[in-house]
């Protein structure tokens, strides 16, 4: 397999897992949620690799995961005290977990390959050089990565369609059926940090945000069934990805700087034609 056709199919597993919980963020107005957590679950990756001292530890996923939810969690309690909206909850807990992180590399992890520039741009061209052997099977790690991260969130969303589609359109009804929104929300919260870390060394926390919301904004503007829009969200994710990958191709630009440039454009197009 040659290494363009390998960016392009990390790229594309990417978009899928990131659009499938982006749905389900724009549709409960938790869009800024995403940019949240996508930074601070650096934080979570940092504290664990000080314990653990090995970058390719699962246990990695697991803080990050954990981070995630600390986040949610944070912006919760603030967000009920009615002091202050959820949106300024959200900017006053995500700058101070992510600085907190930035403070803790620069001075604890320099010499790491760890550092804040390729968190927040990433690197698609170098994704096929870190490689594994699964099944026997040379594969890229973000392949095999992202892959499995889109697996489980096709997954969760098949097992409990229902009872997201309840909690997000009706949350009360949700409770009085007994179907927990609240374990619901966090194990959708817990599933967009996994997501999250998962697409950082491969395409940074900048492209992750672009592609968790545009293109779930833009196939809600095309639909209003939620298994459509599911579907929309994907394709348009993936379009996004792939068309990104040949503009960065034929500018020699940067691939994720070019995907999400891209998501944004297709945004624009159903946007003007919806």
Same mark, same amino acid.
């Given at each position: 397999?040659?290494?363009?056709?390998?960016?392009?199919?990390?790229?594309?597993?990417?978009?899928?897992?990131?659009?499938?919980?982006?749905?389900?963020?724009?549709?409960?107005?938790?869009?800024?949620?995403?940019?949240?957590?996508?930074?601070?679950?650096?934080?979570?990756?940092?504290?664990?690799?000080?314990?653990?001292?090995?970058?390719?530890?699962?246990?990695?996923?697991?803080?990050?995961?954990?981070?995630?939810?600390?986040?949610?969690?944070?912006?919760?309690?603030?967000?009920?005290?009615?002091?202050?909206?959820?949106? /300024?909850?959200?900017?006053?807990?995500?700058?101070?977990?992510?600085?907190?992180?930035?403070?803790?590399?620069?001075?604890?992890?320099?010499?790491?390959?760890?550092?804040?520039?390729?968190?927040?741009?990433?690197?698609?061209?170098?994704?096929?050089?870190?490689?594994?052997?699964?099944?026997?099977?040379?594969?890229?790690?973000?392949?095999?990565?992202?892959?499995?991260?889109?697996?489980?969130?096709?997954?969760?969303?098949?097992?409990?369609?229902?009872?997201?589609?309840?909690?997000?359109?009706?949350?009360?009804?949700?409770?009085?059926?007994?179907?927990?929104?609240?374990?619901?929300?966090?194990?959708?919260?817990?599933?967009?940090?996994?997501?999250?870390?998962?697409?950082?060394?491969?395409?940074?926390?900048?492209?992750?945000?672009?592609?968790?919301?545009?293109?779930?904004?833009?196939?809600?503007?095309?639909?209003?069934?939620?298994?459509?829009?599911?579907?929309?969200?994907?394709?348009?994710?993936?379009?996004?990805?792939?068309?990104?990958?040949?503009?960065?191709?034929?500018?020699?630009?940067?691939? /994720?700087?070019?995907?999400?440039?891209?998501?944004?454009?297709?945004?624009?197009?159903?946007?003007?034609?919806?």
């Amino acid at each position: 397999m040659s290494a363009s056709l390998e960016i392009q199919l990390i790229a594309v597993l990417t978009a899928a897992a990131c659009a499938l919980p982006g749905v389900f963020l724009v549709l409960r107005s938790m869009a800024m949620m995403a940019d949240a957590i996508s930074h601070t679950v650096l934080l979570g990756i940092v504290l664990v690799f000080f314990v653990v001292q090995d970058l390719q530890s699962p246990w990695l996923l697991v803080g990050a995961a954990a981070t995630g939810l600390v986040t949610v969690t944070l912006v919760e309690m603030l967000s009920r005290t009615r002091l202050v909206r959820e949106d /300024a909850a959200i900017g006053l807990v995500f700058p101070a977990l992510f600085s907190l992180a930035v403070i803790l590399i620069s001075r604890f992890a320099r010499g790491v390959h760890l550092d804040v520039d390729a968190v927040l741009l990433g690197e698609l061209a170098f994704a096929p050089f870190d490689r594994a052997l699964i099944l026997g099977l040379d594969l890229p790690k973000a392949l095999v990565t992202m892959g499995a991260i889109l697996l489980a969130n096709i997954v969760f969303i098949s097992v409990f369609y229902k009872e997201l589609k309840l909690s997000t359109f009706d949350p009360a009804l949700a409770t009085a059926l007994g179907f927990a929104p609240g374990l619901l929300h966090y194990g959708l919260m817990a599933l967009v940090s996994i997501t999250a870390v998962g697409a950082f060394d491969t395409v940074g926390a900048i492209l992750v945000v672009a592609l968790f919301i545009t293109p779930a904004a833009a196939a809600y503007l095309l639909t209003d069934d939620l298994r459509r829009m599911l579907f929309l969200s994907v394709g348009i994710g993936v379009l996004s990805a792939l068309s990104g990958y040949w503009l960065a191709r034929t500018v020699d630009a940067s691939i /994720a700087g070019s995907m999400a440039t891209m998501t944004g454009l297709v945004f624009v197009i159903v946007y003007v034609a919806a």
